[in-house]
């Protein structure tokens, strides 16, 4: 039995594992080796060429030359990678971060108070999600143009908070449903004011929640393409449209840049989902007397 | 009497289309404990939760010391309310939770003062060996004890106790009951203690007011609501086992129950057609003239509580223990006259 769980676990983990390893080995290469016909996976210091010339070789030479390259400016562009890396972060935490601070604060309303046709309005809040976003891209475009917001951070910002509000919203509300009133009318007895009760038991309790809604925005605005690019130009393009002009590379697509640029690119998901896994596991209680 | 300190005047509460309460009227003194007894829906804990500020009502009035609070918030109320459900945040240690009223930002207190307070609370409720344990690792009456704590390391102006005990073992709930009158003595404070346990009702309440689907039905001493309640519902509520209430017409100088059985002597007064209820503890159980036959024998220890046929109509009799009846015997039951209650045939 124990056996069959571990196999069951490793198979699972090397199929996880699997993609990344091998961004993580083409970044690297060289770009001949990554169009090799022959799959090389094993890095050394310096190859051996073989005598006829044909190639069948596992080796590779390994080189840090795609990561040197991620810092240079591409011709046709204005930035290097890192600036529009920057780009994704600064885009990414904050419209994570306000769409769960709105979320948030529109949730408590929604689980604390009667509200007239409250769960019309819920359903209004979901519905925002039924149509796929890139069919407003055109009067989106056409109204980013009208307040100068193309090319703009705020202009992204903006967009990412109101796409991931209804998410944040109805993840919010079922953390807070789960927060006894009591806690709060405690408080509001004991002599704090109902904002001050907000601060000082609700968002500690629905600490679990507000990390777990962070990651799903963070990772959504991050991903995000289709407004990225139709929206900008250069200033504030992000880090998938950067992935996507390489395309365009007279000299073919640069893969071993691609995959360094992808695999530096997951680190700051990676390492905030860390930070934040205490929450994520719902380990904290949210009892309240014993029964 | 003196000048009530809590006075609710006249207060009714909607939820929608429920009515909590109607028109609830009710004063407490400036050093009395008062009972709200009721079953589970009579608007028990609405009513508290009015008090405190935590509902608005619709109508009515509530005023302490004189002022009318009815509009102020739970804050400025400075009540203290223990929850049924609620006592403690889990996660924090008892002394956080005991901190966590006096840290309130309304209230400016110097750190001396707030350690001195949580010091001299936990000393009273002898829960000081506890005081850096996480909340969520107390037993059920430790969490309550601190529960209380938190009332009173505040010293508000009233306490307002919402079945605090329902969730505790028997034998804690009558420790934690006595401590709580001792306790309340002490601080002179006025108290509104809900319940719909009729031991404490009886044995805690200087006054009880009997609510019933958010009305108030009586109100009076514990004796007054034992001895002389004001409709066969309101006797229900207090004596175990319940009071007997049976239908009797006046015939020949006797009340006599539907089946031909001559309860007691009628005496003056009253209709013709009335309720009578009688505490299974004023029948006795020889003595009578017409015979009964016992059903069901309970041995309670210091007392038997027999169900009895009495030519048809059930009758509960409480025996000493010593009485040498068992099921099948046939007695006499007799009912002390100077005990019974009558109430007009309309008022069931």
Redesign the interface.
């Known amino acids: 039995m124990k056996i069959i769980r571990w196999l069951v676990i490793v198979v699972y983990f090397s199929v996880a594992v699997m993609p990344l390893a091998w961004l993580a080995i083409t970044s690297f290469k060289l770009k001949e080796d990554t169009i090799s016909p022959t799959a090389k996976f094993i890095p050394v210091a310096s190859k051996i060429e073989s005598p006829d010339g044909s190639d069948t070789s596992v080796l590779f030479t390994a080189s840090t030359d795609a990561y040197r390259r991620l810092g240079a400016v591409n011709i046709g562009s204005d930035y290097s990678f890192f600036h529009y890396l920057a780009n994704s972060l600064i885009i990414g935490a904050l419209s994570a971060l306000s769409a769960v601070g709105l979320g948030t604060a529109c949730a408590y309303g929604f689980s604390r108070f009667r509200i007239a046709g409250a769960k019309d309005w819920l359903f209004f809040i979901l519905s925002t999600r039924f149509l796929p976003p890139l069919a407003v891209v055109v009067p989106v475009f056409m109204m980013y143009r009208q307040f100068n917001l193309q090319n703009t951070h705020v202009g992204l910002i903006l967009l990412y908070t109101s796409f991931n509000l209804s998410l944040s919203v109805w993840l919010m509300k079922g953390f807070i449903d789960d927060i006894p009133r009591a806690y709060e009318d405690a408080a509001l007895v004991d002599g704090y004011s109902r904002l001050q009760a907000f601060w000082r038991i609700i968002v500690p309790h629905a600490a679990t929640g507000m990390a777990v809604t962070a990651v799903f925005c963070l990772i959504s605005a991050l991903n995000e393409y289709g407004f990225a690019m139709a929206l900008n130009s250069s200033r504030a393009v992000t880090v998938p449209v950067y992935f996507a002009g390489l395309q365009g590379n007279i000299s073919g697509v640069p893969w071993p840049q691609v995959a360094a640029g992808a695999l530096v690119f997951v680190v700051p998901v990676a390492v905030f989902t860390v930070l934040v896994r205490k929450h994520l596991l719902r380990g904290v209680t949210f009892g309240t007397i014993k029964q | 009497m003196q000048k009530p300190f809590l006075a609710i005047d006249r207060v009714t509460k909607k939820f929608g289309s429920v009515t909590a309460l109607r028109s609830v009227s009710l004063n407490v003194g400036p050093d009395e404990l008062l009972v709200v007894l009721g079953p589970t829906g009579a608007g028990k804990t609405t009513l508290l939760?009015t008090i405190?500020?935590?509902e608005a009502p619709q109508e009515g009035t509530i005023q302490m010391a004189g002022e009318d609070v009815t509009s102020r918030?739970?804050?400025e109320r400075?009540?203290?309310?223990v929850?049924q459900?609620?006592?403690?945040?889990?996660?924090w240690t008892v002394r956080r939770n005991l901190e966590?009223?006096l840290r309130?930002?309304?209230?400016r207190l110097s750190e001396d003062e707030i350690a001195q307070r949580v010091s001299w609370a936990a000393e009273l409720l002898k829960i000081a060996g506890l005081l850096d344990r996480r909340s969520?690792r107390?037993?059920?009456g430790e969490?309550?004890r601190v529960a209380i704590g938190?009332a009173i390391v505040?010293r508000p102006r009233v306490f307002l106790m919402d079945e605090p005990l329902t969730?505790l073992d028997a034998k804690l709930r009558e420790a934690l009951r006595v401590e709580l009158v001792c306790l309340r003595r002490e601080l002179k404070t006025p108290m509104v203690y809900v319940t719909h346990d009729q031991v404490e009702a009886l044995s805690m309440g200087d006054r009880i007011v009997v609510l019933g689907e958010g009305r108030v039905l009586q109100t009076g001493s514990p004796e007054d609501i034992f001895r002389r309640p004001v409709s066969p519902v309101v006797a229900r509520q207090l004596g175990q086992p319940a009071i007997n209430l049976l239908k009797v017409e006046r015939s020949g100088g006797a009340w006599v129950a539907d089946n031909g059985v001559a309860v007691a002597a009628a005496g003056e007064g009253g209709g013709n057609s009335m309720i009578l209820g009688v505490r299974p503890e004023d029948i006795q159980p020889r003595g009578g003239e017409r015979e009964a036959r016992v059903t069901l024998v309970e041995d309670m220890g210091p007392t038997k509580i027999l169900l009895v046929d009495w030519g048809g109509c059930n009758v509960h009799i409480v025996a000493p223990a010593t009485a040498d009846i068992h099921q099948g015997d046939t007695i006499h039951p007799q009912v002390d006259p100077e005990r019974i209650i009558l109430w007009p045939e309309q008022t069931i």
Do not use: I
């Open positions: 939760r405190a500020g935590l918030t739970p804050a400075d009540v203290a309310l929850f459900d609620f006592s403690l945040y889990p996660n966590f009223p309130a930002p309304g209230r969520q107390l037993s059920g969490m309550q938190r505040r969730n």
